[in-house]
């Protein structure tokens, strides 16, 4: 004899299942709908689905039904999400390093299940993506739950911070002690997660210090509130991520960069669409904020013959010292002699 409890919550199990077999191109029959709320312990015949279907669209539940040979077959039109913003979610999991390779498949699984078996299925069986380097921390949402009740309430958290060794075993920083400090932000960048802090110290570049998220453990949420001046960089920590290169701090500068016009697309990447880009002469340059530091330098690297620095000269000068000093002092007698 079926179970009433359960026969009391056909409607949202009808609805459930609507969700997560159907869509406009795999509809579910009458019967097969009876079959899966068998399944879960719930009786049904045509008459009643008919009647279970009628009441959840009158309540506004939008459910698409028409007659296919002798049978009625359902589906839902809409979904919360549509396909190709899934796929774009599902790559953007696939393609993070802080997101460990076991959490990587349970939530593709739930991404998935948005679309519909149907769809979801199809996505994953679309799917090709490289091996991407994944990190190892399973604590990782946990992590991720605190700072940002943390960053919400304006609070404090404490936690260990570690580094690997060449056997991959943690190295706490800190003299195992605990960090205590003051979250403004969660950035991703380059794969990875980073979590910034406001420090007072003027050692710190705008006073941020940056931790990488997978790399935090021992993590907890303090009653104590961050300082008023944490507070006013809280306010500014949403310009931090455009200012940085792979988060390494250094001075911010305006820089005035010249180049050819093939690295015009480049520009626009690094420095977004809206950036001011003026002709001069055969070559093309732009006015632009970074943070001087050695990943800045290796980025210009990267266009020896075709980007360089216009101006300030300071920094022109310092961009050369930063080249000549990755030369070994035999190359440099040998360029110097070459130059005589």
């Not at 958290?157 to 969660?186: C, D, I, T």
């Not at 010292?321 to 030369?327: C, E, G, R």
């Amino acid at each position: 004899m079926p179970d009433p409890k359960f026969q009391k919550i056909k409607l949202l199990k009808i609805w459930e299942i609507l969700n997560r077999k159907t869509d406009e191109q795999h509809p579910i029959t009458t019967q097969e709908l009876i079959a899966e709320l068998n399944i879960l312990g719930i009786t049904a015949d045509r008459r009643t689905i008919y009647t279970d279907i009628d009441s959840l669209q009158e309540f506004g539940y939008e459910i698409q039904n028409k007659r296919r040979n002798h049978d009625m077959v359902y589906w839902l039109p809409k979904r919360q999400f549509d396909l190709p913003e899934i796929k774009i979610i599902m790559d953007c999991v696939h393609s993070s390093k802080f997101v460990t390779a076991s959490k990587t498949e349970e939530l593709i699984d739930k991404l998935a299940d948005l679309g519909g078996s149907g769809r979801g299925d199809l996505l994953k069986r679309n799917a090709v993506h490289f091996n991407a380097v994944k990190h190892s921390n399973e604590s990782i949402y946990e992590i991720v739950d605190v700072l940002e009740r943390a960053i919400e309430s304006k609070k404090k958290v404490s936690f260990n911070y570690f580094l690997l060794n060449q056997s991959g075993e943690r190295l706490y920083k800190h003299n195992n002690k605990l960090y205590v400090e003051e979250p403004l932000a969660m950035v991703c960048n380059d794969g990875n997660y980073y979590l910034l802090c406001y420090h007072s110290e003027e050692e710190y570049e705008n006073h941020i210090k940056t931790f990488r998220v997978d790399r935090i453990d021992n993590i907890s949420l303090s009653e104590e509130d961050i300082s008023k001046e944490g507070k006013t960089a809280l306010r500014k920590a949403k310009q931090y991520p455009l200012q940085a290169f792979k988060m390494y701090g250094g001075p911010l500068r305006r820089v005035t960069l010249k180049f050819d016009e093939s690295l015009i697309g480049v520009i626009y990447n690094k420095f977004g669409e809206k950036t001011v880009i003026k002709k001069s002469g055969d070559k093309f340059t732009a006015s632009v904020q970074v943070q001087i530091s050695p990943t800045f330098w290796g980025w210009l690297m990267q266009f020896p013959t075709t980007m360089k620095i216009k101006s300030p000269q300071d920094l022109k000068e310092q961009y050369r010292d930063w080249v000549m000093s990755a030369i070994d002092e035999e190359d440099i007698l040998k360029i110097s002699d070459t130059e005589n």
